[in-house]
C-alpha cells in the first residue's frame, strides 16, 4: 500500500504558494470552461466549421469528466505532484496546440487534450488541500478554491470577447502558457512528498474500459435530444455500448489486483451518500447555468451581459458560504450542515420556480444567489466528510469519485432538462424561442431543478449521523501535520 508520511508536506512546503498554485491551475481550468463560448463567431470565421462549434465545448468538459476517476487513483498510488504536473503539462500542451490550430475538426481535438490535463488539475488539487490543512481549515481552503470558479464565471466569457474583439481569438488559449508554467514552477519548487516506493499493478484495462463507457454514457446524455433525438438508433447504440461497456468494466474490476474505481467507494455509507449529494449539487448547478442567461434573455431581452451578472450571483453565493463552512461543521457536523445547505438551496430553487411566470431580474439575481450559498454549505461538508473518513492513500480516489459524480449529475441534469425544455418549444406557437414560450419553458425546468434540490435532500439526510466533525478524522502521524503558512 502506498503511504505518505508528509514530511516534506509537514516541514519542508509553504502552504501559502502552494495554495496559490493551487488556485492558478483551478483557475486555468475553470476559465477554459466558458472563455470560448463569446469568441465562437470569430473562430468560425477564421477557421470555418460553424455546424461543428457545440463541440469546443462538449469535447473539453468530455474529456475532463471521464479522466477524474484514472487520474484520482493514479494520485493514490504514485503521489499527487506526478499526478497535477502531468495534468498541467496536458493542459499546457494542448493550449499550444489550440493557439495553432488549422481547422475545427484540429481544433475540437486540441480541446480534448486540454480537457484531458484538466481531469488531472481539478481533483488533485482538491485532494492536495486535504492532505496539507487541518479539518478546522479545509472549509475555507475550498472557499478560495471555490471563489476562482466565480471569478472565472465573469472574466472568462468577459476575456474570450476582449481577445474575439481585438482579432486575436488565439490568445484565448496561448495565454495560458505563462500561467501554465508559473503554476507549475511553485508546485515544483514548495510542493513536497515523500510516497514510500512499492510496487503497484496498474489496472490498465479497468482505466480502459471505464474511460471509454463514460465517454458514451455521458456523449449520450450530453447530445441526446440535440445533436440526435432521443428515440433515435445512434442515441439507442450510444447508451447500448456503453452500459455494455461498463458491465464488462465491472467484471474486470473484481478481479483486479489494484482496481481503479475500488468497489468500497460505493459500499460505505459516508461515501455513498455524499456522492449522492455531489450528484444532485451538480444537476441544480448547472441546470440554472444553462437555463437562467437563456431565460432572462428571450422573456425580458436582457442584455448577455446584464444576465451573465444575474447568474454570477450564484457563483458568488457559493465561495461565501464554503468558506464559512467549518464554522458550522465543527459545531453542529457535516450531516446537519448539509442539511441546513440544501434546504436554503430548496428554498432559492422554489423562488425561481415560483416566479417564473413573471420575470425579474433583481429577484432571479437574489434567488441565484440563495442557491449559490446553499449549495456552498452541501457541497464542501459533503467533500470534506468524506475525505476525512479515509487515509491519504485512499483521499485520492475519495475526491475523484466525488467530483466525478458532480459531473455525472451535470451531464445527465443538463440532458434531462434540455428535453423538458425543447419539447416545451416544440409545442410552442412559434415552434421556437419566443417570450411567452420561453417563459413557460424556464418555468418547467425550474421546477425540474427544484425537483433536483428536493431529491437531493434525501441523500443529505441519509448521510449517517455523526457527534462532532472531528469524530471520523483519521489518527495522524505527529510528522505530517501541516506546517504554519
Not at 341 to 346: A, P, R, S
Request: with cysteine.
Amino acid at each position: 500500500m502506498t503511504t505518505a508520511t508528509e514530511e516534506g508536506v509537514g516541514f519542508r512546503s509553504r502552504r501559502g504558494p502552494i495554495l496559490i498554485a493551487l488556485m492558478l491551475a483551478t483557475g486555468l481550468v475553470a476559465i477554459d470552461a466558458t472563455i470560448v463560448a463569446t469568441a465562437v463567431p470569430s473562430i468560425v470565421e477564421d477557421i470555418g466549421g460553424f455546424a461543428s462549434f457545440p463541440w469546443l465545448f462538449s469535447a473539453y468538459l468530455l474529456a475532463q469528466a471521464v479522466s477524474v476517476p484514472v487520474y484520482a487513483k493514479l494520485s493514490d498510488v504514485l503521489g499527487r505532484k506526478p499526478v497535477i504536473l502531468l495534468g498541467i503539462g496536458l493542459f499546457l500542451l494542448g493550449s499550444i496546440l489550440c493557439g495553432v490550430a488549422w481547422s475545427m475538426p484540429a481544433l475540437i481535438a486540441f480541446r480534448v487534450l486540454q480537457g484531458l490535463g484538466a481531469g488531472a488539475v481539478q481533483p488533485v488539487a482538491i485532494t492536495i488541500a486535504g492532505d496539507i490543512y487541518t479539518l478546522a481549515e479545509r472549509a475555507k481552503v475550498q472557499g478560495y478554491l471555490a471563489s476562482v470558479w466565480a471569478v472565472s464565471s465573469v472574466v472568462g466569457p468577459t476575456l474570450g470577447g476582449l481577445f474575439a474583439s481585438l482579432g486575436i481569438w488565439r490568445w484565448i488559449f496561448l495565454i495560458n502558457i505563462p500561467l501554465c508554467l508559473l503554476a507549475a514552477w511553485m508546485l515544483i519548487r514548495t510542493f513536497h512528498e515523500n510516497v514510500e516506493p512499492t510496487k503497484h499493478r496498474i489496472d490498465y484495462v479497468g482505466a480502459g474500459l471505464l474511460t471509454i463507457s463514460l465517454s458514451l454514457l455521458i456523449l449520450g446524455a450530453l447530445q441526446g435530444g440535440q445533436a440526435w433525438a432521443w428515440n433515435s438508433p445512434i442515441s439507442i447504440t450510444v447508451f447500448a455500448v456503453g452500459a455494455l461497456v461498463f458491465v464488462a468494466f465491472l467484471l474486470v474490476e473484481r478481479k483486479a489486483a489494484e482496481p481503479v474505481l475500488p468497489p468500497w467507494v460505493v459500499s460505505r455509507r459516508l461515501l455513498a451518500t455524499t456522492a449522492m449529494v455531489a450528484f444532485g449539487v451538480g444537476a441544480v448547478m448547472l441546470g440554472l447555468t444553462s437555463y437562467v442567461p437563456t431565460f432572462l434573455e428571450g422573456a425580458l431581452s436582457t442584455s448577455p451581459l446584464l444576465a451573465g451578472l444575474a447568474l454570477a450571483a450564484l457563483t458568488l453565493g457559493w465561495p461565501i458560504s464554503a468558506s464559512q463552512a467549518g464554522r458550522f461543521y465543527l459545531r453542529i457536523g457535516f450531516r446537519k450542515t448539509a442539511i441546513i445547505g440544501i434546504l436554503i438551496t430548496v428554498i432559492g430553487t422554489a423562488v425561481l420556480a415560483l416566479t417564473a411566470s413573471s420575470p425579474n431580474v433583481l429577484l432571479v439575481a437574489v434567488a441565484c444567489f440563495i442557491v449559490g450559498l446553499g449549495l456552498g454549505l452541501v457541497a464542501t461538508p459533503s467533500l470534506i466528510a468524506a475525505q476525512t473518513s479515509v487515509e491519504w492513500n485512499e483521499r485520492g480516489v475519495v475526491t475523484g469519485t466525488n467530483l466525478f459524480a458532480r459531473s455525472i449529475g451535470s451531464a445527465i441534469g443538463v440532458a434531462v432538462l434540455g428535453a423538458v425544455a425543447n419539447a416545451i418549444y416544440a409545442n410552442g406557437p412559434s415552434g421556437g424561442p419566443d417570450p411567452q414560450t420561453t417563459v413557460q419553458a424556464s418555468g418547467a425546468v425550474f421546477l425540474a431543478v427544484l425537483a433536483s434540490a428536493v431529491l437531493t435532500v434525501a441523500a443529505v439526510l441519509a448521510m449517517p449521523a455523526e457527534s462532532k466533525a472531528g469524530t471520523t478524522e483519521p489518527a495522524r502521524n505527529p510528522s505530517s501535520e501541516p506546517a504554519n503558512d
